[in-house]
C-alpha cells in the first residue's frame, strides 16, 4: 500500500484571479491528485478584485495580498508558510516574481515561457540550481502519460535511430486581429514588450519544441526559419516554419501558427526511426500510433500496464476512459510536488517525479525562440544554433 | 462574477477505500471543482486497511468508521456533520445503506445500478421523493458536456422527430474468465448475488440504455431481447442484444457486450431524425458529428459559446483541450452539489444542477434490466414493456 | 510469366442502357482487367434510346437487340455468340431473363437480388446447379480484397470460435420521399411489385446478411426481426433491426436503413471472437482493424504480401494506393471470368474463380428476406428460421 | 444524351511490360472509360518478352516492336496508326523517346519526372508548344475529383486569400536499401544517372509541388531546403524538408521522404486561407474537410453535385462508393482523351480535357527539383528561387 505524505502541500498563486484563462487550470490541477492545499495568492492587480478571487476559493482573508512583494512578506513571516508558488502572470513579469520567491527560500512553478529575455532565463536557472530551490516550468504536454510512454519507446530502442521528427503546433483562434477587439489572452500575447521576441513561436512553437526533444532526447544542432506574420497589424509572427538539424544526424521540421483556421489545440508529434515511428495527437491524447518497419500499425492505448513507470504514475483510469489536458497539467503538478519533496527530505524521488520540465527546459525554450528569430532575421543567410540546445 | 458558497460540502464515503476503482474516480470528481471536502468514511470491511486509508487520505481518525451503522450514529452527533454520503460499496448493499443515510437527513450519491431488485429500486425512489433528500446515481456518461449540447439539439428540433437510435457499450475486459483468476471487479459483476440479474445488461448495458433516454427524452415502449454467455462458467450474461420501441415510433438497438475484444469502452450513440443525425464515441468525448439532411457532416467540438446551458456550465477549457471521464464525473459532483445546496437553500438549482441523473434514473435502469431478461426468458414470444421507461 | 486466355470472353447485357446507374458499373467492372469484350445488349426497353446507346458503345449495330428475347435468339444464331450475359434490369424481371439465358446455354451474371420470390430463387439456383451453367450474382462487397483477408483469418482460427457478429448497412439517399418526386432508383426499390417483400432489408440488408456470412462462413439458425416504415406513403420497410442466432452460438445483430441521414455507403462489418475481433468499413475499405486479446489493435491495409492468396489476387496497386467500390465489381468480374472459362475447359478455377458469390449466394438472399419479413409479421412471437442459411 | 466519338483512340505504349508497376496503372486507366484501345508497344528491351506480353494483351504480333525508333516507323507507315504513345520506360530516356515520337507527329503521354535535366524539360516544352502536340504528364493525383473541388474551392474565394499550404508525401517503402537486395523499383529511383538530380524530392516532392500549385494555383517565388540520405550506401536524398514562399505572401511547407515507417503513401495537402481551411489525404480521397473560420468542420464527400464541373465530369459513383487511384489515373486518361481530341478537331475540349497535366507542368516539377537540390547545396545561404513557378 502506499502512504501518502503526513500533511499536503501549501500552495501560493501570484496572478491567474477572474477571468484568468491558466490560473483556473494551475488550480484544477493542484487539487485533483490532493498533493496540494491553495492557502495564499496576489491573485489581481486590482486589490478589490483580487480579494473577492480568495474569498470565493476560500483562502483566508489575511493571505490574500495586493501584490506579490507584499506577499513574500507576509508569508515569511508566519508558521504556516507556503510551500511553493505558482506564477500565472504575464510573460515579462515572470522573472522578477520568480527571484524573489526564490530568495526567500521558497520553490517556484511558473508558466512557460520561464522569461522574455535569454539573459533572464540563463540568470534564472543558474539561481534555481545555486538555490537549491524547485522550478517547475510548465510544459503542459510532457504531462501527457503517452508521451512517457513514447519517451520510453525511444529510449528502449523501440525505434532505431531516430531519422526524422515532424511536429507542429497549429491554432485557429487568432486567424483574425481578435486583438484589437478586446481579447486579453491575444493582447499581451501580440504584444512584444509583454511576450518577447516570439509570437507563434514563443507562444506554441517552445511547447512543440519541448516536446519533440523531450520524446526523443535529442538536442538541436542548428535551426533555419521563416517566420510570417499575416494578419495586419500584428507585430509578431503569426506562422512559423522551421527545419531543425539534430544532432546525430535527425532532421526535424517545425511548424507553429495561430493562424490555422480549423486547428483547435493540433499539436502533433510524429517521430521516425530506422526501425519504426510513432505519432501522437493532442486531441486524441491516450493513443499513440507505432509502427513497425514493414509491419502492421499498432494502436496503444493509455492504460495498458506495459508502458513503462512514466506512464503508469501518470495514469488515473483504465484504457478507454479518456484523460486529457487537465489530468496532463495535474500529472505535472503531482511531479512537482514529488520533486519538492524530495527535495526537502533530501532523497531521490519517486517515478513521478523524475523528468519533470524545470528551469532548464525553460531555459532551452527561451533559447529556441532566440535562435528562430534570430535566423529568420539573417535570412537569406540561413542556418542558426540554439544557445542551449 | 460568479459567487461561491461560503463553505465546501462535507463529503462522506461508504467503500472505495484501497483496491476500490470507483471510490478513487468519486474522490477526483469531489475535488476537481471545489465543492467537496471528504471528511468521513467507512471505506473498508476491515477496519485497519480503512483506518490507513482514511489517514493517508486526510481524514481525521475520529471520522474514519468501521461501518456504515457507525458512520451515520457518528455523524449525526456531530455539529460538523457531513452534508451528503458517497455510496461505492457493491451492488448488493446499495439499497440498505442509501435507506440508513436518507432515514438520518442526509443527502446520498450512489453508483449505479441504484438496486439488485426492482422491489428495492422502487421504494428507494419512493423514499428519496418523500424524505427531501438528494438522492444522486451516477450514470457517468451523461456527466459529458457534448452529451448535454446533443440533447439540446434534440430539444430544439434540430432533428426533427426521432426515428432511429443505435446505442452500444462494448468492453473487452471480461472476454476470459477473469473472474476465476482473482480479478475482483469481475467477480462481483458476473455473480447474482451481488449484481442482480443482469450481467453485462446490467453493468453496461443501462449506460446505453441510460444515455439513449437522456439524449433524447424518449421513453422505451416495449423491447425485444437476446442475451448470451460466451465465457464457460459465467452465470450471467456477457452480451445482450435488445431491439427497442420508443414512444411516438422511434426504434432502437441496443448492444451491450463484456466480451468484444478490442473494444476499451466503446460508448457509442447514433441518433436519427427526420431532420438530421448526431453521433458521439465515448472514447473522443469532445466532440459530436451532426450531420444535416442530404448535407454536409459537421464536426461540433466542446467549447464552442453556441451548444446550450448544459454543455457550458460544464465545460472547463476550450475546444482543442481534451476534457474526459473524471471531467464528466465531476460534471455530475458539481451538478449534484448544486441540487443539493438548492435543496438546503429552499431554491432552484442552476443549469448544472438540472438534468442531472437521481434515483428515478436508478429506477429506469433497475426496470430496463429486468425487462431484458424477461423478454430473453420469454423467448421466442417476444416483446416486454418496462416497468419504468 | 502469366499467361492470357487467347480471346477474350464475349459479353452481352440486358438492361443498363442510358440513366442506369447500375449497367454502367457492370461495364467499368468488365472492362478494367480485360477479361470481357461488350458486343451484345438489350440496353432499353425504348427500342431507339437502346439502339443509340449501343452506338455510343461500340456495339455492332446488329447485336443491339430491342428485347432479351431476341437477343437470346440473334446470338444463338452466330458463329461469335456471347459467352455470357450481365442481367442489370429492375428485380422482378431476372428470374425470366436468367432462365432464358441458361435454357439456351449461356452463362448468366445477375444483379441481386436474384428474385423477387423465394419458389424463383429456388427454381434458378435448381436450374444452375441443372443446366451446367455459371449464374454469378454481384454481391459486390465480397469483391474488396480486405474482405477475402477477413475471411481467410476467420478460417486460418486467428479469431478463435465466434461469438458476435455485428453488420450494418445504412444510408441516406431515401430519408424523404423522393420516390413521389421522381427518383427513379427510388421507385422501383419501393414498389414491392418491382422489389419483392423487403425494402431496405432485401435491398442493402441483403449484402449486411451475405457479408456476415462470407467472413465468418456460418450459417444463420435463427433470427428476429423488427421492420419500420418512417417515410409516410412508402410499403415497404426503409429501416430493419434483426437479432441473429448463428450456427454453433454465435449472435449477430443486423441494421439496415435508407433513412440514416449522414451515412452515404455505411455497411461495416465487425466480427468478435474467443482470441480476436477485426472491422471492416465500407468506406474505407482498404484496411481491415485487427484487435487480438488484451492486444494492440493493428491496421491491416490492402496490399501486404500475408493476407492470402484470395486477397492477392484481388489487389492491383500496393498499400496507400485507395482500391474502390469499381476495383471491388472488377473483381467480381474478373472471378466470374475465370469461374466460366474453368467451366468451358473443364478444370478448377484458379484463386480468383472460387469464393465467388453464385445462385446458390442469390438464393440465401432472397431467404433472408422472406424470414426477416415473416418473423416481423409475427411479431411479438419471435424467432424465425430462413429456409437456406 | 451524351454522344461518344467514332472511335476509340489508338495507343501505343513504350516500356511497361512484365515486372513494371506503372505501365500496368497505364494500362487500367486507358481501359476504364473506353476511350482507348492499345494497339501496339515495344514493351521491353528483352524483345521475347516484349512479344509474349504483346500476345498476352491481346496485342497484334506486328505491332510487338522492339524498341520505341522501330515503333516509330512502323507506326507512321500504317493506315491505322496509333494517335498516342504512353511513355514508360525509366525517367532518364524519356526526352528522347518522347521528342521522337512528337516528330512523328504523335500526341505524347508521358511518365513523370517529364525529363531529368532542366534543360531537356525546356526543349521538350518547346517542342510540345510548336508541334501542336498534345504531351500529357501524368501527375497522378490531380486526377482526384476532390482536388478539382478544392481547387474549385480556392478559386471561388470559399478560402479567401491564401496563407499557408502545408504538403507531404512520406512513404515508408525505401526505409532501408532495399535497391542493393534486388529491388528494380528501388533500384532506379536511387541511380542519379537514371534518375536525375533528385531521390525522394524528384520521385515524390514533385508530385506534393503540384499538387499544391494546382490546387491553389500559387506559384513559388523561393524555397529554402534541407536534403538528407539516412539510408546508408544510397546516393540521392531519400528525405526532403523544404520551405517555400509563394507570390502573393503564402508560405509553404513540404516534406517528401522515402524512410517515413508507417506512411504507405501518404500525400497529404493543407491550404490555409483568410476566411477558411481545406485538407485531403491521399489514403481517403473521396472526401476534403471544409473548416470555415470559427466554424464547424465540415465532411465534403465525392458525388455531391455542388463541388464544381471539374469535380463532376471525374466522379462515376455517388458519394460513399470509394473511388481510388485508378480512378484518378483513368480521369487523367479520359482527360488527355478530350484534350487530344480537341486537337484534332480543332475544338475547344469540354471539362475533362482542361486542367489537365501538360509538358508545363513537367517543366515546372524539373525545374523544382533543380531549386531544391540548389537550395541544399548552397546551404547554409538559402533562399533559391524556382526557374518555372
Same mark, same amino acid.
Given at each position: ?10 500552495? +501560493?498563486?501570484?496572478? @491567474?484571479?477572474?477571468?484568468? %484563462?491558466? !490560473?483556473?487550470?494551475?488550480?484544477? =490541477? $493542484? *487539487? ?41 512578506a507576509g ?31 521558497f ?24 538555490? +537549491?530551490?524547485?522550478? @517547475?516550468?510548465?510544459?503542459? %504536454?510532457? !504531462?501527457?502519460?503517452?508521451?512517457? =510512454? $513514447? *519517451? ?35 493582447k ?41 506574420t ?21 532532421? +526535424? ?9 480549423g ?75 514529488e ?28 533559447a ?22
Amino acid at each position: 500500500m502506499s502512504t501518502a505524505p503526513n500533511r499536503k502541500l501549501r500552495l +501560493g498563486m501570484v496572478g @491567474g484571479g477572474f477571468g484568468a %484563462y491558466i !490560473g483556473g487550470i494551475h488550480r484544477f =490541477a $493542484a *487539487r485533483l491528485d490532493n498533493h496540494y492545499e491553495l492557502v495564499a495568492g496576489a491573485f489581481d492587480v486590482n486589490a478589490d478584485r483580487g480579494h473577492q478571487f480568495a474569498a470565493e476559493n476560500y483562502i483566508a482573508a489575511d493571505r490574500s495580498y495586493t501584490d506579490y512583494k507584499a506577499m513574500v512578506a507576509g508569508e515569511l513571516a508566519r508558521e504556516d508558510k507556503i510551500d511553493v508558488v505558482a506564477i500565472c502572470t504575464p510573460n515579462h513579469t515572470h522573472f522578477a516574481i520568480a527571484k524573489a520567491f526564490i530568495d526567500a527560500g521558497f520553490h517556484v512553478i511558473c508558466e512557460k515561457p520561464m522569461t522574455t529575455t535569454l539573459e533572464d532565463a540563463e540568470a534564472l536557472h543558474a539561481l534555481a540550481k545555486s538555490s +537549491g530551490r524547485f522550478v @517547475g516550468v510548465t510544459y503542459t %504536454y510532457c !504531462g501527457y502519460p503517452m508521451i512517457h =510512454a $513514447a *519517451r520510453a519507446m525511444v529510449a528502449a530502442g523501440d525505434l532505431g535511430s531516430i531519422r526524422v521528427i515532424q511536429v507542429e503546433y497549429p491554432l485557429e483562434w487568432m486567424a483574425t486581429a481578435i486583438e484589437s477587439e478586446g481579447n486579453q489572452q491575444a493582447k499581451w500575447r501580440t504584444d512584444p514588450k509583454l511576450s518577447g521576441r516570439g509570437g507563434s513561436i514563443g507562444d506554441i512553437g517552445t511547447h512543440a519544441y519541448h516536446l519533440a526533444g523531450f520524446v526523443t532526447g535529442l538536442k538541436a544542432e542548428a535551426l533555419c526559419a521563416d517566420l510570417t506574420t499575416f494578419v495586419p497589424g500584428r507585430s509578431l509572427d503569426d506562422n512559423a516554419h522551421v527545419m531543425i538539424r539534430y544532432e546525430g544526424g535527425a532532421r +526535424g521540421l517545425l511548424w507553429s501558427s495561430q493562424v490555422a483556421i480549423g486547428c483547435s489545440n493540433g499539436l502533433r508529434l510524429r517521430v521516425f526511426g530506422e526501425k519504426a515511428s510513432i505519432q501522437w495527437h493532442q486531441e486524441a491524447p491516450n493513443e499513440i500510433t507505432f509502427s513497425p518497419l514493414f509491419g502492421k500499425p499498432e494502436t496503444i492505448k493509455r492504460g495498458r500496464d506495459d508502458l513503462g513507470d512514466g506512464a503508469t504514475v501518470r495514469t488515473r483510469t483504465p484504457p478507454g476512459h479518456p484523460e486529457g489536458y487537465i489530468e496532463a497539467f495535474a500529472n505535472l503538478y503531482s511531479g512537482f510536488a514529488e520533486a519538492m519533496r524530495a527535495i526537502n527530505e533530501g532523497r531521490s524521488p519517486s517515478a513521478i517525479g523524475v523528468n519533470v520540465p524545470t528551469s532548464y527546459d525553460g531555459l532551452k525554450g527561451v533559447a529556441f525562440v532566440d535562435a528562430v528569430v534570430d535566423s529568420h532575421e539573417k535570412a537569406p543567410f540561413g542556418w542558426t544554433k540554439p544557445a542551449h540546445a
